[in-house]
């Protein structure tokens, strides 16, 4: 990219008087950068600047006073590293045609359980990252992401999924954990899906026909949301579907809270226990709370118990249940 076009975009002031008058590339760590390369000192450590400076880089952007150590290059000083790294974004997402899409994290799970083209890419929370992915794209993108501050922020025209036009049609043998359906014409069965996500699923597939994107929804991995640890009476672990009671554990408090009230409206007649984390802020009741997740070994005479948690941290403790005695919840 020219020089003038990295001080236009970035509102970036030049320090120097330099030789060069493009980059070549991106780096905002000093061991990626390239000769050619424009350098973000997001650290600001004069260390990492001048390993920039060492290994060939032709501009330096930060947003500190830093010592000049040679004039032949770019040194730009700009308000912020932030402000900066967004502004070249929205540039090359309006340049590129990249479209942005914000995804609850249920749409998101199921997303990600679908095989699905690398046109589609998924952004997580880190800025650093966002930027290296829309700088580095080769073609235009389909972009995700469950972070909404984030996507305001490098795209401020994204858009979400719309509400299904089509919907599903349950049969009988669905059930909490596995779902059989109908929908466009398309027969789903046995899928790897709780039915209480079935009208999501079919939010996401009509979106993805929308944008002529080809998906397997016939090999659905299973979604880390609603998952089931069935155990006995005793709480020690069994397969899938091998006992009469299970743990159904839910990470997202926001999920939780629906899927309780999906309960109530779909599954009447489950009595079912409902436990949150103490200090846990929820709009919706619960029959327990838990300070540790040992606690959840005292739960008694239960079918299925709806637990907000983390999975893995819930089945070490039901796998480790030496020295613990069984407490009570009740």
Known sequence: ???????????????????????????????????????FAQDRLISSIQEAVKRGAYAIFTDKDVPVSDPEIAWIRV????????????????????????????????????????????????LAHSFTTIMNAAAPLH?????????????????????????????????????????????????????????????????????????SPYHLKPIAHFEPIFVDKRMRIHPFGTTRQALIVESNPQLFAQELASIASHYPELKMLTCKPEGQALHVNTTHTYAHTHELLGL???????????????????????????????
Not at 23 to 31: I, K, N, R
Not at 186 to 192: D, E, F, Q, W
């Open 143 to 215: 972009v995700f992401s469950t972070n909404r501050a984030l996507v305001e922020k490098i795209a401020p025209t994204f858009g979400k999924l719309p509400d299904p036009q089509y919907a599903p049609s349950l049969l009988q043998h669905s059930t909490l954990f596995q779902s059989s359906f109908t929908h466009k014409g398309r027969y789903y069965a046995h899928l790897p899906l709780s039915s209480l996500f079935v009208t999501s699923f079919a939010q996401v597939v009509e979106f993805l026909d929308t944008l002529g994107i080809t998906y």
């Open 300 to 330: 008694q005479d239960f079918r299925y118990a709806l637990v907000l948690g983390n999975k893995e941290t819930i089945e070490a403790t039901l796998s480790d249940q030496s020295g613990l005695a069984q407490l009570t919840l009740f």
């Open 79 to 126: 308000e912020s590293i932030e402000m900066a790294l967004i502004r070249l974004m929205r540039f090359e997402i309006a340049h590129a045609k990249h479209t942005f899409v914000h995804l609850s994290p249920l749409e998101y799970a199921l997303m990600r359980a679908l095989s699905l083209p690398k046109s589609l890419c998924f952004l997580g929370d880190s």
């Open 1 to 39: 990219m020219r020089l003038e076009s990295l001080l236009r975009l970035t509102e970036g002031e030049l320090l120097t008087t330099p030789s060069v008058s493009a980059t070549e590339g991106f780096a905002q760590e000093p061991l990626h950068v390239e000769r050619g390369f424009a350098y």
